[in-house]
Every structure is written in structure tokens, then in C-alpha cells.
């Protein structure tokens, strides 16, 4: 059972009237600091220049002041936009399959009923996948594919779904603009086979449409090939079990590899990784994608994917995996290994992609980020408040821009995700990604 983040609400602000009256009465200098941080707070919302592409609409940022649960603020690079070449919007959304919702009631009780069905629910995820101009969207726990589908190929979208084998109706899909992007190849994995539990993941290679060179200057002297204009887009959602680290590993790694092989095959083109991988920020499984290895022997497969461990904003509490100032090495038995790492004899995993993660790439708020720079919280329900959902990419991408998620203080001023601006109990990541020049 995933543990509750318990990170304590700020002091409640005083009224409007209190404030004006503080105001009149401070010193000069202390009105001097507050103006100084209203500019640098507003230098580090301030959206990029419209005119570096005309393809995709800016979406104003929100106010501190007048911050509600709607508001999601986009945050930049620092780096200049003549680093950039062509630009796209990756969405990577967990929408709450109906199924599920209704199978694990128990977590929505505080959900008004109105706020948990579904045809509000898409309503709502449509309307907001369209407000961020997205041009690739990865959709985890869809089990409403064709009604889904129907209403996203009216907005220009078409897309791909890979059901769940067994008994669960809710897979992972993949949707693409079809004037930004064409079909080149898809390909998915059933981790049954591998003796891996019935969750799925799938790949699409996508093609930047020719009428994208147009973004570039007139100017530019490299003009992208072919393949540097590709790119395999990777969707997954991992197995929830805590307690099944060494499971969770072996789709991870299995989900590198065939990233990886596409890559080749097609060139060594850019990878782009999405979805729920149900592991924090803190987690070994976080730790592997990031760093590209990772001994077994020094983790507990029970607290492999970090949901077991208990964070709050003061202190980490973390299994300490030292016995005696010395690494304790964990026993596992030769079939959790053969899991993780295919190979009994094998506990040193590594993958050979270069990733690094959309939102640790765009410095943020501490209000919505954690110490590794990732959300503080991408789901919310009566059992769980944290961040188990992520977008990455390989050194190819850089990223430009990403949409902050909620502050906590705000999720846990709702009654709980979904709610009524919100249509899952995740929020949506979103940023925009450019290829390097």
C-alpha cells in the first residue's frame, strides 16, 4: 500500500485588509525586497518569444495571488531559442480507467459521484489536452479506447492502444497530431510473455511532417535529415505491487531495451520515455533510469520502486541498507534476479540510453518541486499523494519548457483528484521538447 506524503500546509495568509495595513506601516526597505521579488518572480513565469514558432500558442501564466486549483504555470529554459530547432508538446496523462475508478471506490469516497464519471471525466481531459497544443500524447489505464479515439480524431489526433492481457480492460495508448506527425512503425510488449505480469507497453516512431522545416530560419545552414527528425516515443505503465520490486524492475528494463533496439534500427534517432512507472523520485527504479545502472544486491526488492518509503518536507525517513558502516548486500532468490535482470547469474543492471528527465531539465518552484527537481506530486487520491508519473528523453531533446504541477497545499485543499477542474486522479505532465542544433 502506497504511504500518504505529509508535507505541512504554509501559514494560512491574512486577509486582504490585514495585508494593506502591514503595507503602510513597513519600512522603506523591507517595501524595496518585496518589490525586488515580485520582478523575480515574474522574470521566472515569463513565457518565451511567440514569434521563435508560430506553431504552438502560449498559455499565460496564473498570479501568485490569484492561484486556485486551475492554476498550472509553465516554466522555461534558460538557454536562448536559437538552441532550438523544431519544437513539439508531449502530454504524458494517467486518465483513470472507469474500470479501475470503480473497482477501488474506496480511494475516491471524499469525490463528489458527479466528478467520477466518465463522460465528464473526458470532457474535461479533451478539453485540457487541447489547451496545451499537443502534438504527442501518451495515455495511461485507457479502457475506453474507441470512445476516446472518436473525440480526439475530431481535434486533429490519431492514435494507437495496446490492451492489458488478462482479466484488467485497461491499457496504455498513444495519440499524435496528424499535421505535426506521421506513423512510421509501432510495436508493443506483453510483459506476460516474459512472465511479467499482464501490464503492456508500447513504442510508435514517429516523423516530423515536412511542412515543420518551414519553423526553421530561412537562415539556418543545417537543414534535418530524415532521421534526426524521427523519433520512438515509448509509453508504459508499470505494475502497481510495491512489494514486487523484482517484477517492476524487469518491465523497466525490458521497456530500455526495446527503446533502445528501435533507436538503432532506425538510425539512432531521439527516444522519448512516458508513463506511470509507479516509483517515486527516490526510488532505485528512478535511480537506473537516470544513471543507467544499478546494483539489486544493495536494495530490497520490496522498496525497489520507493513507494514504501515515507518523505516528508523537513526529513527523508529511508531504509538505511548499511550494516556496521558497511553496504548490506540483500539476498534474493534466483527467480526475483532471473526477473529483474533475465538472468539468474546477473545482478548489475545497465541500459545504454542517455536520458534525462523533461522536468529536472527546467528548474522550478519548491512549492511544486522535490530535491530532485521532479513534481512533488503527480497523483492524489484518499491513499496516495506523490509522484510516480515522468517524461524523459535522450540528449538529443532538450527540453523548453514544462507546466508545473499543483502545490500541495492546493491538492489538499480539494477533496481529493478527480475533482472539478481536474479529470483523473493524476495530473497531466506536459512539456515542450526541441531537437538540438
Known amino acids: 500500500m502506497e504511504e500518504t506524503i505529509n508535507i505541512l500546509r504554509p501559514k494560512r495568509k491574512q486577509s486582504v485588509n490585514n495585508e494593506a495595513e502591514q503595507q503602510q506601516t513597513q519600512p522603506e526597505h523591507h517595501k524595496r525586497r518585496r518589490r525586488t ?9 515569463r513565457q518565451p518569444d511567440p514569434s521563435s514558432s508560430n506553431r504552438f500558442q502560449l498559455l499565460a ?24 530547432g ?26 463528489p459521484p458527479k466528478y467520477m464519471k466518465w463522460k465528464r471525466r473526458r470532457r474535461l481531459i479533451r478539453k485540457e489536452v487541447n489547451s496545451y497544443n499537443a ?20 481535434d486533429g489526433f490519431e492514435g494507437v492502444h495496446k490492451a492489458r492481457t488478462g482479466e484488467a480492460s485497461d491499457g496504455c495508448a498513444i495519440f499524435w497530431k496528424q499535421d505535426m506527425f506521421s506513423l512510421l512503425h509501432q510495436e508493443s510488449i506483453e510483459f506476460q510473455s516474459f512472465g511479467l505480469r499482464h501490464n503492456v507497453a508500447q513504442f510508435c516512431v514517429l516523423k516530423l511532417q515536412d511542412q515543420l522545416e518551414s ?55 531521439p527516444v522519448i520515455i512516458a508513463g506511470d512507472l509507479n516509483s517515486t523520485p527516490q526510488s532505485p527504479i528512478y535511480q537506473f533510469l ?11 526488492r520490496r522498496r525497489i520502486s520507493g513507494q514504501m518509503e515515507f518523505e516528508s518536507q523537513y526529513r527523508t525517513f529511508m531504509y538505511n541498507a548499511t550494516r556496521y558502516g558497511k553496504p548490506f ?12 535482470t533475465g538472468c539468474e547469474e546477473v545482478t548489475h543492471l545497465q541500459h545504454h540510453l542517455k536520458l534525462g528527465s523533461a522536468y529536472r531539465g527546467v528548474p522550478g518552484s519548491k ?41 500541495i497545499d492546493i491538492l489538499k485543499g480539494t477533496s481529493g483528484l478527480p475533482s472539478k477542474r481536474w479529470g483523473s486522479d493524476h495530473l497531466a505532465l506536459v512539456c515542450e521538447l526541441a531537437f538540438r542544433r
Open 215 to 269: 519553423d526553421i530560419p530561412p537562415d539556418t545552414s543545417m537543414r534535418p535529415c530524415t532521421q534526426c527528425r524521427s523519433l520512438v516515443v515509448g509509453n508504459i505503465h508499470v505494475l502497481f505491487n510495491p512489494n514486487r520490486g523484482d517484477i517492476k524492475l524487469g518491465q523497466v528494463r525490458l521497456f530500455l531495451e526495446k527503446a533502445y533496439k528501435l533507436s538503432l534500427e532506425w538510425g539512432s534517432i
Open 135 to 154: 502534438g504527442i500524447v501518451c495515455f495511461q489505464e485507457v479502457d475506453r479506447f474507441d470512445d476516446l479515439a472518436h473525440k480526439f480524431r475530431k
Open 290 to 300: 537516470a544513471s543507467s545502472k544499478l546494483d539489486i544486491q544493495k536494495h530490497d
Open 329 to 340: 548486500v540483500y539476498r534474493w532468490q534466483a527467480e526475483e534476479v532471473r526477473l529483474a
Open 367 to 407: 512549492r511544486t518541486r522535490d530535491r530532485c527537481g521532479e513534481p512533488l506530486a503527480t497523483s492524489y487520491h484518499s491513499n496516495f499523494l506523490g509522484t510516480v508519473d515522468y517524461i524523459w528523453h535522450t540528449e538529443e531533446l532538450v527540453p523548453v519548457r514544462v507546466l508545473e504541477t499543483l502545490p
Open 61 to 84: 501564466c496564473t498570479s501568485r495571488n490569484k492561484e486556485t486549483e486551475s492554476s498550472r504555470e509553465w516554466v522555461c529554459n534558460s538557454s536562448t531559442s536559437s538552441a532550438y
Open 86 to 111: 523544431e519544437k513539439f508538446v508531449v502530454v504524458s496523462y494517467n486518465i483513470l480507467g472507469v474500470d479501475n475508478a470503480s473497482n477501488h471506490s474506496d480511494m475516491y469516497s471524499n469525490v
Open 37 to 45: 521579488l515580485e520582478s523575480e518572480t515574474e522574470k521566472l513565469t
